[in-house]
C-alpha cells in the first residue's frame, strides 16, 4: 500500500464552524507534513510531524491545529477560519522524517470558506 | 528567506516538440526534487539529484543539478498530451529539513 489517505475529499464550511482534516498511511513513514496549496501556486509547508512529535510549524495561525495521534495518522482541526484560508489541503508522508526522502502526497481536501 | 524560481512560468508545445523547465534557488541546496501534478491531481515525484552537475534520464526525461547547486532543469524530448501538467522543483537546504517549493510551471501539449 503506498497510498496517502484523506478524507474529506471537498469541504465547505462557514467562518464560525469547526471542521477535521484526516490523513492516513500505512507505509510505515515516520514523518508526516500538511501543505497548503492555492490555486496556480506551489504548495506551502504548514506543520511537519517527525516521529508523532511536531518538529516544523511555518508560523501557522492558530486557527490550524495539527495533531498526530499515532504514527499512520494525521489530523488538522479547523476553527473560525476565513475566505482566505480556502485551499487545496495537502497531506504528505515520507519515511524517516530527516527531510532527505520522497514526498508521498493525498489527493487534498479542497476547502471552501463562506 | 529563501527563494526558489522557476521559468517559464506558463509553456504551451506541439506535440512531439521538446520542454525544458528551469529552476532558480537564492541559496545553495543540499539537494533537489522534482515533481509533477496533473490538472486537478496532486504532487508526484519524479526524481532526487543530490551531487554537483548530477544528470539524470527517465525515459524521455533530463534531470540536471548545476554545478553551483543552486540550479536544476528538467528537459522532456519528444514531448506527448500525457505529459501535461505542472512541474514543480522543491529544493533543500541544508540543516532546514524542509523542502521550498518552486513556482511551478505549467506545460500544455497541443494534439
Known amino acids: 500500500d503506498t497510498e496517502v489517505t484523506q478524507t474529506p475529499k471537498h469541504l465547505v464550511m462557514g467562518m464560525t464552524n469547526k471542521k477535521s482534516l484526516k490523513c492516513e498511511q500505512h507505509?510505515?513513514?515516520?514523518?508526516m507534513y500538511w501543505y497548503k496549496q492555492k490555486a496556480k501556486k506551489p504548495p506551502e509547508l504548514m506543520f511537519v510531524?517527525?516521529?508523532?512529535?511536531?518538529?516544523i510549524n511555518e508560523s501557522v495561525p492558530s486557527r490550524f491545529s495539527p495533531e498526530c495521534p499515532n504514527s499512520s495518522l494525521l489530523n488538522l482541526h479547523l476553527h473560525a477560519l476565513q475566505p482566505e484560508d480556502s485551499a487545496l489541503y495537502l497531506c504528505?508522508?515520507?519515511?524517516?522524517?530527516?527531510?532527505?526522502?520522497?514526498?508521498?502526497f493525498g489527493s487534498g481536501t479542497q476547502l471552501s470558506v463562506l | 528567506g529563501q527563494q526558489v524560481m522557476q521559468i517559464p512560468q506558463y509553456q504551451h508545445v506541439q506535440e512531439g516538440e521538446d520542454f525544458t523547465t528551469y529552476c532558480n534557488s537564492s541559496?545553495?541546496?543540499?539537494?533537489i526534487q522534482w515533481y509533477k501534478q496533473r490538472p486537478g491531481g496532486h504532487p508526484v515525484f519524479l526524481i532526487q539529484?543530490?551531487?554537483?552537475?548530477e544528470v539524470k534520464k527517465q525515459k524521455r526525461l533530463t534531470f540536471q543539478f548545476g554545478e553551483a547547486k543552486k540550479n536544476s532543469s528538467l528537459h522532456i524530448t519528444a514531448t506527448q498530451t500525457t505529459d501535461v501538467g505542472t512541474y514543480f522543483c522543491?529544493?533543500?537546504?541544508?540543516?532546514?529539513?524542509?523542502?521550498?517549493f518552486g513556482t511551478g510551471t505549467r506545460l500544455k501539449v497541443l494534439a
Open positions: 504528505a508522508s515520507s519515511q524517516g522524517g530527516r527531510g532527505v526522502e520522497k514526498l508521498f
Open positions: 507505509m510505515g513513514h515516520r514523518a
Open positions: 510531524y517527525s516521529y508523532e512529535k511536531l518538529s
Open positions: 541559496t545553495t541546496l543540499s539537494n
Open positions: 539529484l543530490v551531487k554537483s552537475g
Open positions: 522543491a529544493g533543500l537546504t541544508s540543516g532546514t529539513y524542509k523542502y521550498i
